[in-house]
């Protein structure tokens, strides 16, 4: 997974089409978490970069405090809105760097698809802090993920982002065994020499488009977003023409959702 902290942050520019295009997380995700973590019903959790609120509303639900930090302001404000109803979440919209947080406080710290956008030199340091003790870091990401059902779409696409965006096609991955679907962040968690006791979980995910809804979601990822426009637009017309005259207007994506989860270390 690349890093993208010294990357401008692209999202807040299409929140309302991130809302709308990106999936959610699996319910079994959530119960990991809350196992591993061993969460009361009075816990509290810090969620870094909560985007627009995928990650948190599952949480919300849980009865559990939630206090949020984002940075785009668009996201934040879509978060307040999608999370109107639970009184006990608190969106801040802010960077995680130098935002103002009690230290030691936290039973959780959560971040879904937004890691990597955190400064790496003090990162796992400040996640560090801010945990009490017993403290838990849970980061977790959709990653792509590929079988029988997808392949084919996935071949053709791929004839496309060679053509179109090959700095994207380089970096893509998607291992035919879900058991393969990995990031660099089990050997960067185990060297912070802050968290200890890593365990990694995956959860399948299926999730079906048709043609617009696919290329909205493909419209909301950063490495898309950072291409020149002429480019971008390029890529997504012939990706659409793909879906809808090659595939029927209907295609399936497949991903993994990982999920590391590890104790801070000297918090016990």
Known sequence: MKEDSERRYP????AALYD?????????????????????????????????GQATLPLAAR??????????????AIARRN?????????ICDKFETA???????????????????????????????LAPGGVIALFWHRPAQTE?????????????????????????APTRLEDASTAYDALIAGSNRFEDLTIRRHYA????????????????????LLPAAQRHALLTDIKALVRDEFAGSVI????????????????
């Open 149 to 173: 059902i997808s392949r084919t779409f996935v071949e053709a696409q791929q004839q496309i982002y060679r053509r179109r965006a090959p700095e994207l096609a380089e970096s893509y991955h």
């Open 63 to 76: 009865g559990y405090a939630i206090d949020c930090v984002e940075i785009g302001a668009r996201m934040a």
């Open 20 to 52: 709308r295009a990106r999936p959610g997380y699996p319910d079994a995700l959530f119960d990991d978490i809350a196992a591993y973590a061993h969460l009361g019903a009075d816990a509290r959790i810090l969620e870094v970069g909560c985007g627009t």
């Open 206 to 225: 299926r999730n079906a488009y048709d043609t617009e809804s696919y290329i909205e979601l493909l419209e909301s990822f950063s490495g898309h977003r």
């Open 83 to 91: 999370l109107a109803a639970y009184p006990q979440v608190n969106i």
């Open 253 to 268: 994506r497949e991903t993994v959702v990982l999920l590391y989860l590890a104790r801070a270390i000297g918090r016990a």
């Open 100 to 130: 103002a947080l009690p230290r030691a406080q936290y039973d959780l710290l959560v971040s879904a698809m937004a890691f990597h956008w955190i400064d790496p030199a003090i990162r796992f340091q400040l996640a560090h802090d801010l």
């Open 11 to 14: 999202h807040d520019e299409v």
